[in-house]
């Protein structure tokens, strides 16, 4: 068997770390899809698999050979489709990571919308809330919220997000509304369960940056369960701005120490390839970037 047939072969438990499922995918016996990954192991001198009564699961070299195998065989496939005239059509597999929140109250519309413009593209989505490897992750397309660290990703601004304080009419009537950071000491704070009990938000004026430390009145296991116990009432919260404009637009929050607020950062849709992006990661792409530079959430500056 060659080595492209071994790739596939160990390519096809991507999906799912099953031996027996592999082999179901891939219309083989499951002998033959074992037998392919023992040779793949003897001749790169290393495990990929480890095997348990439980089933298996990649190893770390095992995973970034899954990564590799992921890339070129897309790449082998993107030459056929090209050879046969089908480069025109977007299809295949798509692996996207996105946001949390940002997906809850941004993507959700657009991906649905995504999905019927484009049928013959399957999309895999992530939901996470930092900046990955997507070579190692074998990730398409990510939309990433501020600045990215050096690297050779594509990237292309869609918009930007503010860290916002905001409170309930109901609560700013009753306690008054801050007119500084200091300010903010005096009031009931709510934070998440990563503060361990206390908020450190940063600020600056003009032009000067600035920490607030106090002790949060309630701490939440979600950003979503602070701004919920914000809009009824609790006390002050803050967070990036993306999740807030429904709440703006409807009056059950309102924005404080707005000329205190922090530099905006962008959001970007970024993806690995140029040239070389495939049919379906350039309409994912440009999709994505005609719906968000579109949406509310990404104007903060105008809610």
Known sequence: MDRYHEM????????????????RRLNVSGPTVVRAVTRLEARL?????????????????????????????????????????????????????????FSRYVMTSLLAGYMDAYPQV????????????MNEEGIDVAVLVGHLPNSSLVARQVGHVRSIVCGSPGYLEAHGEPAIPEDLKRHKLIGTQASRGSVHWDFQDQGQ??????????????????????????????????????????????RILQPFELPALPIQVVYRERRKASMRVRSFVDFMVEGLREHPAMRPDAL
């Open 45 to 101: 001198g290393v495990p990929l698999l480890q095997r348990s009564t439980q089933g298996v699961v990649l190893t770390k070299a095992g995973a970034a050979f899954m990564a590799d195998s992921s890339r070129i065989l897309r790449e082998v496939e993107m030459a056929e489709a090209s050879a046969k005239g089908l480069h025109v059509q977007a299809q295949g597999n798509l692996t996207v990571l996105l946001p949390l929140l």
């Open 122 to 133: 399957k999309v895999f989505t992530h939901y996470d809330d930092r900046f990955p490897n």
């Open 209 to 254: 940056h600035n920490s607030i430390k106090a002790r949060s009145r309630l701490s939440c296991a979600t950003v979503q369960a602070a701004i919920d116990a914000t809009a009824h009432g609790a006390g002050l919260t803050r967070c990036l701005s993306y999740p807030l404009y429904e709440y703006f637009n409807s009056g059950r929050l309102q």
């Open 8 to 23: 596939l072969m160990f390519e096809a438990l991507s999906e799912r770390p099953s031996l027996a499922a592999a082999a």
